[in-house]
């Protein structure tokens, strides 16, 4: 009942009011995945990087492989100034499935702050490539 009525207050902009819902169910039920992934990105869109990424992390402790919550905490730890660590977090993202788009945008932006080169594609191995696309 918590996560249909947080889902409800997400859709309708009341953030808070839906990380009260979600906080409330995972006090009711501390294993379920998609409670902790909500609420993360409750707190991802109202700036609260930290705990995004701790509640992240609890799903990848939960599911481990999540490429969607890898991708979470990467961004989040990117938008907290933690540029190494996004990046070792999006490579691992990305080495999975490497069609995760917000993990291919903020890898890229922790990348150009770090001072490296961006890759300017994925290899089907789902390792970075600095490579440039070979003209036909």
Do not use: W
Not at 25 to 40: K, L, M, N, Q
Not at 45 to 69: M, R
């Amino acid at each position: 009942a918590y996560n249909a009525r947080a889902n409800v207050h997400f859709a309708m902009g009341m953030v808070h009011e839906a990380i009260q819902d979600f906080s409330q169910s995972i006090r009711i039920d501390p294993d379920r995945v998609f409670t902790y992934y909500s609420r993360a990105s409750c707190l991802l869109a109202l700036g609260d990087y930290g705990a995004a990424a701790e509640d992240f992390a609890k799903v990848i402790g939960l599911q481990p492989n999540h490429v969607y919550a890898m991708s979470g905490r990467g961004c989040a730890l990117m938008l907290q100034g933690q540029h190494e660590a996004a990046v070792n977090v999006l490579n691992e993202t990305l080495a999975l499935d490497e069609t995760v788009q917000s993990a291919v945008k903020c890898r890229a932006q922790s990348l150009k702050k770090l001072g490296r080169p961006v890759p300017t594609m994925v290899s089907n191995k789902g390792v970075p490539s600095t490579e440039k696309p070979k003209s036909v």
